[in-house]
C-alpha cells in the first residue's frame, strides 16, 4: 500500500504521523496552518514579538502534547486555534504583571518599540479585510458555519444544530472554505 506524501495527508493522518515520529509531519501542519494562526493571534496581540512567540508556542504545544491531542473531525486548526486562545490569555496576564510592576517605574526611552510597523498593519487589516469580503460573498449556509465555527468557536456538532445540517456537512463546508482562503491568500500575497 503506497504511502500518502505528507501534503495529501489529511490532518488527522498528520497527527498520527506525528505520534510515530515520521519526519516531516510537524513540518506540513506548520506549513498548512501558521499563516491563519498568526493571522488569529496578530488580530488579539499587538507586539510583534508577543505574535511570533504565541505563535511558535502553539506549535510547541503541539508537539509536547501530540499523543494525547483528539481533534473532531479531519482538521486540527481548531485544536491550533484554541491553543493559541489559551496562550494569548497567558500572554497577557503576564504582560498585565509585568506592567503593573513598571507602573511605580521611571519610563525608559531607549527601550525599542516593539509595535508592528505599518507596513505589517496595513498587511494585517488587508488580510482581515480579504477574510471579511470571502465570508461576507458566501452562500447560505456556508456563512453560518464560518461565523459559528470560525468566529464563534462552536464544534462541528453545535454548528451544524443551529445550521439545520449534519456535522460531516459542517466538516465538509469549513474544509472547502479552509482550502479556497487558503489558495486565495497564496495568491494575494504572491506566495506558491
Not at 130 to 140: F, I, Q, T
Amino acid at each position: 500500500m503506497e504511502v500518502p506524501s505528507p501534503s495529501e495527508s489529511s490532518d488527522r493522518e498528520l497527527l498520527h504521523a506525528l505520534v510515530e515520529g515520521r519526519r516531516g509531519a510537524l513540518g506540513t501542519l506548520y506549513d498548512r496552518h501558521s499563516r491563519v494562526v498568526y493571522a488569529y493571534i496578530a488580530a488579539r496581540l499587538s507586539a510583534r514579538e508577543d505574535i511570533e512567540e504565541v505563535s511558535q508556542d502553539v506549535f510547541v504545544t503541539l508537539w509536547r502534547k501530540r499523543s494525547t491531542i483528539e481533534i473532531a473531525g479531519e482538521s486540527i486548526l481548531p485544536w491550533l486555534l484554541v491553543t493559541a486562545r489559551n496562550l494569548i490569555a497567558n500572554r497577557r496576564r503576564s504582560l498585565q504583571a509585568a506592567e503593573r510592576r513598571r507602573a511605580g517605574a521611571a519610563v525608559d526611552e531607549t527601550v525599542p518599540d516593539s509595535r508592528p510597523g505599518p507596513d505589517e498593519i496595513a498587511e494585517r487589516e488587508q488580510l482581515f479585510a480579504y477574510v471579511e469580503a470571502v465570508a461576507s460573498a458566501l452562500p447560505e449556509p456556508d456563512r453560518t458555519v464560518f461565523e459559528l465555527c470560525i468566529r464563534g468557536n462552536h464544534s462541528y456538532e453545535e454548528a451544524a444544530a443551529q445550521a439545520g445540517i449534519t456535522p460531516g456537512a459542517v466538516r465538509n463546508r469549513l474544509s472547502r472554505l479552509r482550502g479556497r482562503l487558503r489558495n486565495e491568500l497564496h495568491t494575494l500575497r504572491g506566495t506558491p
